[in-house]
């Protein structure tokens, strides 16, 4: 029994909706072995280590369901079983997660095993430990060889684990404060590994850290860090605070405690957590001892009083107390018949404890600390206290150290509640905690006394959250709404864009309509990340990385991005819900990797844009897979988009008062129009359009009226949609590698990126529709990754409509010989009927586009597909035909030589996270903002690119 594959879904994806890891999971010859024929000691042995699978519910949704799968109708395959291992391993390190299924997988013994996570390293690592916790249970005589180590003891590696997720998850604070913004629909991503966070996107972000927030004052901590200051600034201001001393050596220590007057506390300059505390320090040398212990926290110890009563944790948010907790250090009481090694046990049984912040309450740990509080009170770990006798083996009262805490916010005095408030003001917190002893917090201060030990920033808010007696208290809540007052934005418009062809060009359509709009718009594309129209990021990225990228940025208001099937394979969407999901078409591309055979299979990979969309589904209703998904998204709208306008569900959709976009003839050539709730909304004359070219483009028409629906079902206005389609042209510098048009030689060159038979149909359909009075020739490829059919309908899709084939290969050969995509494609050229004298084979790309520039004569139409691309343009124009002066490029030849390839200062290249394609150079990046002039006087194209 092996994993052999496992992914990592950060996001919805074709398994789930939120995050779950998949494994494919070889049982080999354990196949033969169902929970049914490994018997009921197998499965007593399984939930003795695991009890809580006695919960799971599995296919019959009630508790026990799970066990009487293993034992009822031959059992079930430990594929399954790893499954609720897996979630239930999850569950005992703190993890709400319920989620998992298993299915075969095709070959005999081969599982698809899915499960949900909360966090990326302890569900892999949940995985793992489970296949060993099974193969450990299993007979020896089929346990997989070297599966289980010789020394492994499952008591030690589930701890070990506990700690190890613990170590990686959020901290108790930080994940109530999550808690409560998911509750109130705030998105947020985690920023590093520990428990840095992101609330909100774009530019409406907040950033929290436990308790400290992006607003909590700089100051304001160092002041809090400060006791001796903390304590002086109280001090003036009247509130009640003990004597103390700072002091910096053992002998300065006891004099201060003579001084202030036994019995004193001594405890760390800046320390945290109550560690190095000392209290009740009664003689010169309790306070010499006391001395030591702080010291090893802190270079310099503060003495000070010490105050009768119970330890209070007060909690202030922005300026009001909103919660109050009596702590009570770890004890124990005595039986009179147990020692206090093993009370401490029987506390420690206690089902609310657990390893760190596991559970709502720690283990409570015989460790020296407890020693020296046993010796103190003249007993040992085997004393047998009195009954009743409380036995005190911590010194403060933390949570994380064995304490407890009681619930006093309903009770505590308006005197405390007010002081409280005044300290935290006083040292400036947004978010603090006050340590006030008394007697009794439901009376005054001022009348029983009490003082103020330390003002706490980034108060812990376990105790408060699940508290060991009384009610449990919404103290993360507050926190958000001071971050978000209730009625202020948290997240930016999103835009998801998917399918097989055209989803560049429009991703980079509706990224220049969010420009013209006044936005600033986030961008994720195949070539780069831009911001603002800035390229930041080059690469492929359009998987969940470059998503989040996006979001995180603090200047964006709206985001675009482009989604690939790649990256929805590999890792699912970088984030939750988007407002507005489109998919414009489903072809054959790509098919025969990662499982994905059929189109209807790579339409239910691209589905999962739509299913998550909240507000609108922009869907293609010519491709008959597109229209199908309307019956799977919960959208509150369905858009659309059509060329016919015959269509009858379009009509009927119009009819009944839904969004469309559609294409209509007229007397001035092809309207885009807009229809909603009724109403019919003229919106753009084709020919208007620069990236259609004149209306012949149709997939550029197609692209466009998928970028106007979007940006309509955004909420963007008409004007600045009719104005941004106006200025978005198919210039290389705006939308390199789809349908750049070069004038300057003698005959005409159609550039594109196109590489499936769809993508290239529609360019050979747009090279008939110019005028061409001389020759048609075409330079052709396949990527090597892609199956010989798709191959062989690549060359198809353009045979008969060309004078001359070139046929050659990407620089990647992916597997394949150096010459045989050429060969494959020129092959099927012939059995489509063009002469062999009317095809060359020319391997490499260079050399195959330079032919193709040396076969044209004036009038001639070349149409040339590439893959390098900022290489091969610059090939084209930089050519110089025979007897003909230097070509005049678009932009000026000594602009272009200017390192065109050249990321902008701002720019990194990091691994791309989308899709198959290999970039081999970077695109020149410039504003989308109309036409603009750079540094050197060139005029340059408004930015968009696909």
């Given amino acids: 029994m092996r994993i052999l594959e496992r992914s990592v879904y950060v996001g919805p994806s074709l398994y789930a909706h939120f995050p779950v890891i998949r494994l494919e999971l070889d049982l080999g010859a ?68 319920t989620f ?13 095993v899915v499960y949900e996570y909360a966090q990326r390293d302890e569900g892999i690592a949940a995985g793992e430990l489970g296949l060993r916790l099974l193969c450990s249970l299993l007979p020896a005589a089929i346990r997989p060889a070297d599966s289980v180590p010789e020394a492994w003891q499952w008591p030690d590696a589930r701890d070990e684990f506990i700690r190890f997720a613990q170590r990686r998850a959020l901290g108790p604070s930080t994940a109530a404060l999550v808690t409560a913004a998911t509750s109130r629909g705030i998105p947020w991503l985690r920023l590093n590994e520990q428990s840095l966070v992101q609330l909100g996107h774009g530019k409406y972000q907040q950033r929290i850290q436990a308790t400290v927030t992006g607003r909590t004052s700089h100051i304001a901590v160092e002041l809090a860090s400060d006791k001796e200051e903390t304590n002086k600034i109280l001090a003036t201001l009247g509130l009640p605070v003990p004597q103390q001393e700072l002091v910096q050596s053992e002998a300065h220590a006891v004099r201060a405690a003579r001084r202030i007057g036994f019995p004193v506390v001594t405890k760390p300059y800046d320390g945290n957590h109550g560690r190095g505390i000392s209290i009740r320090l009664t003689t010169d040398a309790d306070v010499a001892q006391g001395f030591a212990v702080a010291r090893e926290h802190s270079r310099s110890v503060i003495v000070e009083s010490f105050l009768e009563g119970d330890d209070h944790r007060l909690l202030v948010v922005n300026g009001e107390l909103v919660a109050a907790t009596r702590r009570t250090p770890g004890h124990v009481v005595g039986n009179g018949s147990d020692t206090v090694a093993q009370l401490v046990e029987i506390v420690n049984q206690d089902p609310r404890r657990g390893v760190g912040h596991e559970k709502v309450l720690t283990r409570i740990e015989l460790d020296l600390q407890a020693e020296q509080m046993l010796e103190r009170a003249g007993l040992k770990a085997d004393s047998v206290p009195a009954p009743g006798q409380v036995v005190y083996l911590r010194s403060t009262a933390n949570l994380s150290t064995g304490g407890t805490a009681t619930d006093v916010t309903d009770i505590i005095h308006p005197d405390n509640r007010e002081m409280a408030e005044r300290a935290v003001r006083a040292v400036g917190l947004d978010v603090g905690g006050v340590d ?89 594309t195949t070539d780069g990340v831009y911001i603002d129209g800035q390229r930041t990021v080059a690469g492929d990225m359009t998987g969940p990385v470059s998503a989040r990228m996006v979001l995180a940025d603090p200047a964006i208001d709206i985001a675009v991005l482009e989604t690939a099937r790649g990256g929805l394979l590999r890792a699912g969407m970088g984030v939750n819900e988007v407002n507005v999901g489109a998919v414009l078409n489903v072809q054959s591309d790509h098919l025969g990797l990662k499982g994905i055979d059929t189109r209807e299979q790579l339409a239910e990979v691209k589905r999962v844009v739509v299913e998550v969309a909240t507000d609108c589904a922009v869907l293609n209703a010519d491709d008959p897979l597109v229209l199908r998904m309307s019956g799977y998204t919960d959208a509150k709208n369905i858009c659309y988009v059509t060329v016919n306008p015959q269509h009858a569900l379009v009509r009927e959709h119009i009819r009944a008062g839904g969004r469309a976009c559609a294409l209509e003839a007229g007397v001035n050539g092809q309207m885009i129009t807009l229809y909603e709730r009724g109403g019919h909304i003229p919106l753009l004359w084709t020919h208007l359009i620069p990236a259609t070219l004149e209306g012949r ?40 590698g789809r349908m750049n048009v070069f004038n300057e030689h003698p005959f005409k060159v159609l550039f594109d990126y ?87 084979i020319i391997p490499d790309e260079q050399q195959a586009i330079d032919a193709a520039l040396r076969m ?50 701002a720019a990194a290249a990091i691994p791309g996270d989308g899709g198959s394609r290999t970039g081999e150079g970077a695109v020149p990046a410039f504003g989308l903002e109309g036409l603009i002039r750079d540094e050197r006087g060139v005029r340059l194209a408004p930015e968009a690119d696909d």
């Avoid at 998992?100 to 698809?112: I, N």
């Avoid at 106007?708 to 042209?729: E, H, N, P, Y």
């Avoid at 044209?856 to 110089?880: H, P």
């Fill in 697 to 736: 483009a149709m997939h550029n028409v197609q692209n466009a009226m998928f970028a106007a629906a979007v940006a309509f079902s955004l909420g963007i206005k008409l004007d600045a949609i009719r104005q941004a389609l106006r200025t978005f042209d198919s210039t290389f510098f705006q939308a390199p």
């Fill in 754 to 840: 196109g590489h499936n038979a769809h993508a290239v149909a529609a360019m050979a359909d747009l090279a008939q529709r110019f005028d061409v009075t001389g020759r048609r020739i075409v330079v052709l490829a396949g990527p090597g990754d892609r199956r010989d059919d798709d191959l062989v309908a690549i060359a198809q899709a353009v045979a008969g409509r060309f004078d001359h084939y070139i046929c050659r290969r990407d620089d990647s050969l992916r597997d394949r010989a150096p010459d045989e995509v050429p060969r494959i494609q020129a092959a099927a050229l012939r059995a489509a009927g063009v002469p062999n004298e009317a095809i060359s």
């Fill in 100 to 112: 998992g299924k298993t299915r075969s997988a095709g070959p005999p013994g081969v599982y698809t």
């Fill in 30 to 97: 354990l196949e033969a072995w169902p929970t049914g024929r490994l018997g009921d000691g197998f499965i007593d042995a399984l939930t003795g280590a695991l009890p809580g699978l006695a919960e799971h519910g599995c296919s019959y949704q009630e508790p026990g369901g799970f066990l009487r799968r293993m034992r009822e109708d031959g059992g079930t395959w430990l594929g399954h079983v790893l499954e609720h291992v897996a979630i239930e391993l999850q569950n005992i390190a703190g993890e709400e997660v």
């Fill in 436 to 524: 006030f002893l008394t007697k009794n917090i439901a009376e005054s201060h001022r009348k029983i006394g009490g003082g103020i030990c330390e003002v706490n920033a980034a108060p812990g808010v376990r105790m408060h959250v699940a508290p060991s007696e009384g009610t449990s208290r919404n103290v993360a809540g507050p926190v958000i709404d001071m971050l978000f007052p209730p009625g202020t934005p948290s997240r930016v418009p999103i835009a998801a864009i998917t399918g097989t062809n055209g989803k560049t060009t429009t991703a980079r359509m509706l990224a220049h309509v969010a420009k013209m709009a006044g936005y600033t718009p986030g961008l994720t």
């Fill in 856 to 905: 044209g004569e004036a009038g001639d139409l070349l149409l040339i597909f590439a893959d390098a691309l900022v290489r091969s343009w610059k090939q084209i124009t930089k050519f110089k035909p025979a007897g003909a002066p230097p070509p005049r490029a678009t932009v000026p030849a000594e602009a272009l030589a200017a390192e065109p390839n050249t990321i902008p200062p």
